[in-house]
Every structure is written in C-alpha cells, then in structure tokens.
C-alpha cells in the first residue's frame, strides 16, 4: 500500500513564499504520477499542478502558472511544490496524490489527509 504525506502547510501573508513537501512510501517512487490538488472553504477540489512518475510532463492550472513550481527527488521520495508570490485566494487545504499508468492528474488513487494553508495579513 502507497502512503502518501503532504507537510509544509501555515499562515503567510500576500506576496510570501511557502515550499509543501509530499512524501511518499511503501512502493517504488519512480512508478507514480504525483498531483497537487486544493480545496479551498466553501468550493470543490481543483487541480494544481501535475508532475508524471519521469519528471518530463509538468502541467499547472492557470491560477498559479509563474507562480508555483513542482518539482521531485528520486533519492528523498518526494515531490515539492514551491510556492511564490502567494495570494489570499491561494487560501486552501493542499492534498497530494498518487497514480500509476498515466501521465496526467486524473482518476488518483491514493490522497494524503492533506496541509493547511493560509494567506493572510
């Protein structure tokens, strides 16, 4: 079983820089597809960004393109999304996730319990 855990969640005020990290264990990392998602109050879980098990497909939804940056390292298990220039509207709970056989963010198959992450003054 794939364990899946996100951390690196906290207050930042606008225009400040936040890095999550994902962890994942219990299966070779380099099978998996890893996906940043965000829920934020009141609205549906959308889709950030995107990076396939190789590293070479990398998609970001348009609300956080130049902005954020997805990365992963094969030796750690962990894939990282840097966050800049953040907004209050970036204000959610960020949930990592995990597939296998696609490139692409859909359809995941195991979610971490989520961080929280708030941006305020």
């Known amino acids: 079983q794939l364990q899946v855990v996100e951390s690196g969640g906290g207050l930042v005020k606008p225009g400040g820089s936040l890095t999550l990290s994902c962890v994942v264990s219990?299966?070779?990392?380099?099978?998996?597809?890893i996906g940043w998602f965000r829920q934020a109050p009141g609205k549906e879980r959308e889709g950030v960004s995107c990076?396939?098990?190789?590293?070479?497909?990398?998609t970001y939804t348009d609300a956080v393109k130049d902005r954020f940056t997805i990365s992963r390292d094969s030796a750690k298990n962990v894939v990282y999304l840097q966050m800049t220039s953040l907004k209050p509207e970036d204000t959610a709970v960020y949930f990592c996730?995990?597939?296998?056989?696609?490139?692409?963010?859909?359809?995941?198959?195991?979610w971490g319990e989520g961080t929280s992450v708030t941006v305020s003054s």
């Open positions: 996730a995990a597939r296998r056989g696609s490139t692409r963010c859909y359809g995941m198959d195991y």
């Open positions: 219990g299966r070779p990392f380099d099978w998996y597809t």
């Open positions: 990076i396939s098990s190789s590293g070479e497909h990398i």
